[in-house]
Nanobody
Framework: QVQLVESGGELVQAGGSLRLSCAASGRTFSTYVMGWFRQAPGKEREFVAGISRSGGTSDYADSVKGRFTISRDNAKNTVYLRMNSLKPEDTAVYYC???????????????WGQGTQVTVSS
């Protein structure tokens, strides 16, 4: 069982930056692939970024490539999402999630946090 708690979401102006954090409970954090998803009002939850167990490889949605960076610190049981050059269309609730295998679809992830709101004003 893994419990995930996100933090760091807030209101920011377009062009600004934020860093989201996701703290995980338990001693098995390093055995999970971690991902960030987001969901805007009226839209489906979408994959944003994923990172391997060791942190050596990562994957991004095309819409955030070059602007967002996912990282993890297994010693701290935490995964991060650094978001630069934010756009109004990045506005959404951001969720972190844990999966046993490399995955980009929501149903492939086993554990979810409660989400943190990111709002980008124009």
């Amino acid at each position: 069982q893994v419990q995930l708690v996100e933090s760091g979401g807030e209101l920011v102006q377009a062009g600004g930056s934020l860093r989201l954090s996701c703290a995980a409970s338990g001693r098995t954090f390093s055995t999970y692939v971690m991902g960030w998803f987001r969901q805007a009002p009226g839209k489906e939850r979408e994959f944003v970024a994923g990172i391997s167990r060791s942190g050596g490889t990562s994957d991004y949605a095309d819409s955030v490539k070059g602007r967002f960076t996912i990282s993890r610190d297994n010693a701290k049981n935490t995964v991060y999402l650094r978001m630069n050059s934010l756009k109004p269309e990045d506005t959404a609730v951001y969720y972190c999630a844990a999966a046993r295998f490399e995955a980009t679809l929501p149903y492939e992830y086993d554990y979810w946090g409660q989400g943190t709101q990111v709002t980008v004003s124009s």
